[in-house]
T-cell receptor, first 109, second 114 residues
């Protein structure tokens, strides 16, 4: 099955700093999602991005499907950005997602 | 629009007890999924369903059963709970009508087996 690796596993940032999170996957996929799990455990959909680039406020994501990786950019980080960021992929939209182990982000004031 | 609702939010069981977790979605989605999340790990698929009356095994199905009698509900059962099933359980759903749509997740059920 598909393998998903996320890096770095842990990241500590000063408030206002920028960061890049990476997701590598082992096979061609047609579905990729980024999630933020907040400190209360809720999973928040950030992006559905099987290819290309999308932006939503201070967050943006780029997926290069041919090279099997995706990047999540967080600019001007805030303490509310803290939590765990997950990348999840699947072969197609109707097959189950395979999750990476996540990047734990801590933003300190 | 409630989205995906999981019941209960928290539960403590004794080893050997049984229970059922309920997932309900009001988006008329065809696909529904049950995942478990253990500390330091991503979510792993337990079972899923591509439509009413159908279910399939995921990555970690042992010790669990599921049923999809109604399109809007997906039930996860533990017949004889074990401490190894202590975890946070997430339900998700997705439409089959369009290919470029994300999965939507519930808020999770935190289950402890003593």
């Amino acid at each position: 099955g598909i393998q998903v690796e996320q890096s770095p596993p842990d990241l500590i940032l000063q408030e206002g700093a920028n960061s890049t999170l990476r997701c590598n996957f082992s096979d061609s996929v047609n579905n990729l999602q980024w999630f933020h799990q907040n400190p209360w455990g809720q999973l928040i959909n950030l992006f559905y991005i099987p290819s290309g680039t999308k932006q939503n406020g201070r967050l943006s994501a780029t997926t290069v499907a041919t090279e099997r990786y995706s990047l999540l950019y967080i600019s001007s980080s805030q303490t509310t950005d803290s939590g765990v960021y997950f990348c999840a992929v699947s072969y197609s939209g109707n097959t189950p997602l395979v999750f990476g182990k996540g990047t734990r982000l801590s933003v300190i004031a | 629009n409630a989205g995906v609702t999981q019941t209960p939010k928290f539960r403590v069981l004794k080893t050997g007890q049984s229970m059922t977790l309920l997932c309900a979605q009001d988006m008329n989605h065809e696909y529904m999924y049950w995942y478990r999340q253990d500390p330091g790990m991503g979510l792993r698929l337990i079972h899923y369903s591509v439509g009413e009356g159908t279910t399939a095994k995921g990555e970690v199905p042992d010790g669990y059963n599921v049923s999809r009698l109604k399109k809007q509900n997906f039930l996860l059962g533990l017949e004889s709970a074990a401490p190894s099933q202590t975890s946070v359980y997430f339900c998700a759903s997705r439409t089959a009508q369009k290919s470029n749509q994300p999965q939507h997740f519930g808020d999770g059920t935190r289950l402890s087996i003593l």
